[in-house]
């Protein structure tokens, strides 16, 4: 449980440091690989967030954003949320990755908490199917249009979202 | 009447009766409780509907409730056959967070120890694998050389199965020269061995009808289900997180990422055999220019208050891409963590690929995608 018990003076036997870390590069944001897309696309540090570019749609955005990312011969990575209690919304993050390129995408979109409804991109990326069906799990978000929202990790009777904020055990 | 016509109508409606089998949660086949629901047409496939969920601990919550210091155990117990992989992707996440910089020399060190992971894990997929086709010897090879691998990890990490080598900031402690020569002595020893199961084994006439065309898994079924690891490279996607995403010491090695077209499962089953050729080749690497100095970052601080904001970190572990997720709203505890992990992914293509299907040769996809239960489940 202790992340750091060596932390200082623990390397034994080795010299010390004769090549100490040079500060990793951290390039600028490359310009946006993807401006001919109509999405709000903020270039991003990869080497700071780990993705390059992150884009904030509203709800209704999400099929077409995923269209048009299908379209560019981008993968789902995955879907999930986040459940940002104290301002009465729910995030939705889509994430994406390109086979053959170094280029990871976010999509961004939220969603009132009370009442957490949003298209599925199932049709779009069957691959969805299951990511939706568990972020419908954990956080309750219901997924319009979607085959089948049965629960997936949790039992089939379970009448709880784990993941939300307000949830105990 | 003509013969024709009386069998016509026959052809033309075939039977409609179908039955339900039910594969799991408890079965050989399944490597731990799956489920699959599978709608018959005698012995050919119709709809298989994989259930998942059987040991779901929710491990994302679980990081909701603890440090990140404290969570670091949990992620060597997702996908336990690679778990150095998985550790290295939530501390390369919370480094990245907490732009700390890892000393050179333990990034050369998780790099030999995640390889040798992926050989081990890649040795259970073996042996299980042709476990599930019928061969029994070939498994006790593959546990005798995962023993030797298993033996080097325990000397350095303490543990056989899930590791917490990896540190916040580097590693738990630095190498010995027995860890080093033992891992020269042990690529040394598995060249040949890799020689021999590809003549008693790879070169099996068996082996190859129960696998040459069986389950083809397109490029564009891949991307569609986020498939990823030797499932997309077994279609003819050279991706590979290595390479594409580099991290780490990785693009310090030379090295080349397996890639078959075929689709089928046995460019899935020689793509796996291939890799781990080349990760003897990256330890080789590794070791030859093993960097002196600390193998831990000055000034980690004892209480991680990452900055808010979300971070991502993925690495390529034995099975695909893993990513870690950190949402932080700048307190001691992650706001919220997602675990993505390969074999969700992988297994989700299943239902698709299997249709039309015969039974044995499903289950020989099935296998042939590596699946590890607990890693879907979380």
Redesign the interface.
């Known amino acids: 449980?202790?992340?750091?018990?060596?932390?200082?003076g623990?390397?034994?036997?080795?010299?010390?440091?004769?090549?100490?870390?040079a500060?990793?590069p951290a390039p600028a944001p490359l310009p946006n690989p993807l401006a001919h897309l109509p999405l709000p696309f903020q270039a991003v540090d990869y080497?700071?967030?780990?993705?390059h570019l992150d884009a904030s749609v509203t709800p209704d955005q999400v099929v077409s954003a995923a269209e048009l990312l299908g379209k560019e011969?981008?993968?789902?990575?995955?879907i999930?949320g986040?459940?940002w209690m104290a301002l009465g919304q729910m995030e939705l993050?889509y994430?994406y990755?390109h086979?053959?390129?170094?280029l990871?995408v976010v999509i961004r979109a939220r969603i009132p908490r009370d009442n957490p409804e949003i298209p599925t991109i199932s049709k779009v990326?069957?691959?969805a199917?299951?990511?939706e069906r568990e972020t419908h799990d954990?956080f309750g978000i219901c997924f319009l249009g979607h085959p089948n929202l049965m629960?997936?990790?949790?039992?089939e009777d379970a009448t709880y979202h784990?993941?939300r904020k307000d949830f105990t055990a | 009447m003509a013969t024709e016509d009386i069998l016509a109508p026959l052809a033309s409606t075939p039977p409609q009766e179908t039955f339900v089998l039910n594969l799991g949660p408890q079965h050989p086949a399944t490597h731990g409780v799956l489920r699959v629901k599978m709608t018959m047409d005698g012995e050919y496939i119709v709809r298989a509907e994989p259930v998942?969920?059987y040991i779901?601990r929710?491990q994302?919550?679980m990081g909701?409730n603890r440090s990140?210091?404290?969570f670091?155990?949990n992620t060597s117990r997702i996908d336990y056959l690679s778990a150095l992989t998985y550790t290295h992707a939530f501390v390369g996440?919370v480094e990245?967070a907490a732009?700390i910089?890892?000393?050179?020399?333990a990034e050369y060190i998780r790099v030999v120890a995640s390889e040798l992971n992926r050989i081990s894990s890649h040795l259970v997929w073996w042996g299980a694998f042709l476990l599930d086709l019928g061969g029994f010897t070939p498994l006790l090879y593959a546990f005798d050389d995962r023993e030797k691998i298993l033996d080097l990890l325990e000397g350095i990490t303490g543990a056989r199965l899930t590791y917490s080598y990896f540190?916040?900031?580097?590693l738990?402690?630095?190498v010995?020269d027995e860890f080093i020569k033992g891992t020269r002595a042990f690529v040394a020893h598995m060249r040949p061995r890799l020689k021999m199961y590809k003549d008693l084994v790879t070169d099996n006439v068996i082996l190859r009808k129960r696998l040459i065309e069986i389950g083809p898994i397109s490029q564009e079924l891949?991307?569609?289900?986020?498939?990823t690891g030797p499932v997309?490279r077994g279609s003819g996607?050279p991706?590979d997180v290595r390479k594409?995403?580099p991290y780490s010491a990785y693009p310090e090695f030379d090295f080349e990422i397996p890639t078959l077209p075929e689709g089928d499962s046995m460019a899935r089953y020689l793509v796996r055999m291939a890799e781990m050729v080349q990760s003897l080749r990256i330890i080789e690497q590794a070791l030859d220019k093993l960097?002196?100095?600390?193998?831990?970052?000055?000034?980690?601080?004892?209480v991680?208050k990452l900055p808010a904001?979300?971070?991502?970190?993925?690495v390529e572990a034995a099975r695909g891409?893993f990513?870690v997720?950190i949402?932080s709203d700048n307190k001691e505890i992650p706001?919220?963590v997602?675990l993505?992990t390969p074999c969700?992914?992988n297994l989700?293509?299943f239902e698709?690929a299997s249709r039309g299907m015969l039974l044995p040769d499903a289950l020989a996809l099935m296998g042939s995608l590596d699946l590890v239960i607990p890693d879907i489940?979380?």
């Not at chain 1, 080497?47 to 993705?51: D, E, P, Q, R, W």
């Not at chain 1, 011969?73 to 995955?78: I, S």
């Open positions: 449980m202790n992340a750091e018990p060596n932390s200082a623990a390397p034994p036997a080795t010299k010390p440091a004769a090549t100490l870390p500060p990793a080497f700071l967030k780990g993705y011969g981008f993968a789902l990575d995955t999930t986040v459940d993050v994430d990755f086979p053959q390129r170094f990871r990326f069957p691959g199917n299951w990511h954990f629960p997936f990790l949790l039992p784990p993941l | 998942c969920g779901h929710m994302e919550k909701e990140y210091a404290q670091l155990p996440a990245r732009r910089q890892v000393p050179p020399r540190r916040i900031g580097g738990y402690n630095d010995d891949c991307r569609l289900y986020g498939a997309i996607v991706y594409v995403e960097p002196a100095g600390p193998v831990m970052a000055e000034k980690v601080p004892r991680l904001g979300d971070f991502c970190y993925a891409r990513m997720r949402v706001y919220r997602k993505r969700l992914s989700s293509l698709e489940d979380r």
